[in-house]
């Protein structure tokens, strides 16, 4: 069973910076595309970014593009999500998810996912 689990969140000011951590265990993790999502209090869930199986091809969310910087290294089986030039509406739950196919990662319906970490970004 993979098991997915977020760190790295925390309170900050806007301008700030965070840099978000999910280790996983349990599978195969340089076999698995792996993306961030995000959910604010009253919202729905929604897709923050993406990164394929390598690191060769990420994908991000057009409100973060410029600001957060997904990468990750399969020696430590870690994905990571670098965010910059934070703000209020940044404020939610972050979640990693990991699934074998990236398409299934980019549209939330990877099969693992994290237990989320709280981002909260005041003004």
């Known amino acids: 069973q993979v098991q997915l689990v977020e760190s790295g969140g925390g309170l900050v000011q806007a301008g700030g910076s965070l840099r978000l951590s999910c280790a996983t265990s349990g599978g195969s993790f340089s076999t698995y595309a792996m993306g961030w999502f995000r959910q604010a209090p009253g919202k729905e869930r929604e897709f923050v970014a993406a990164?394929?199986?390598?690191?060769?091809?990420?994908d991000y969310e057009d409100s973060v593009k410029g600001r957060f910087t997904i990468s990750r290294d399969n020696a430590k089986n870690t994905v990571y999500l670098q965010m910059n030039n934070l703000k209020p509406e940044d404020t939610a739950v972050y979640y990693c998810?990991?699934?074998?196919?990236?398409?299934?990662?980019?549209?939330?319906?990877?099969?693992?996912w994290g237990q989320g970490t709280q981002v909260t970004v005041s003004s």
């Open positions: 990164i394929s199986r390598n690191g060769g091809s990420t």
């Open positions: 998810a990991a699934d074998y196919l990236r398409p299934a990662v980019v549209a939330g319906s990877g099969s693992y």
